[in-house]
């Protein structure tokens, strides 16, 4: 079992940053995959980001070359650096763990783009 819990979100203003750390409370080494979604009031949950074992990474149209996501095995966390930052960006953020078929979900954390 592995639990996740996201930290990070916040309020910010449009073209500012906000960087998204998702903690395991276990190893994350050797998951099949980790990645980002959010989801909008009223919307689905979509893929933000994702990061395979082999460090592949693929993102949402919507946010190439704005947010990069990475992974640090050592300790146990996954991170999202959001920059230029949109009001369309507001939404729930959750980190989920692919461990070769036992999925994983964090609770989220919010962020909200406003001026």
């Known amino acids: 079992q592995v639990q996740l819990v996201e930290s990070g979100g916040g309020l910010v203003q449009p073209g500012g940053s906000l960087k998204l750390s998702c903690t395991a409370s276990g190893s994350i080494f050797g998951v099949k995959a980790m990645g980002w979604y959010r989801q909008a009031p009223g919307k689905e949950r979509e893929l933000v980001a994702q990061i395979t074992n082999g460090g592949s990474t693929n993102y949402a149209d919507s946010v190439k070359g704005r947010f990069t996501i990475s992974r640090d095995n050592g300790k146990n966390t996954l991170y999202l650096q959001m920059d230029s930052l949109k009001p369309e960006d507001t939404a729930a953020y959750y980190c989920?763990?692919?461990?070769?078929?036992?999925?994983?979900w964090g609770k989220g954390t919010l962020v909200t783009v406003s001026s």
């Open positions: 989920k763990v692919d461990n070769w078929g036992n999925i994983y």
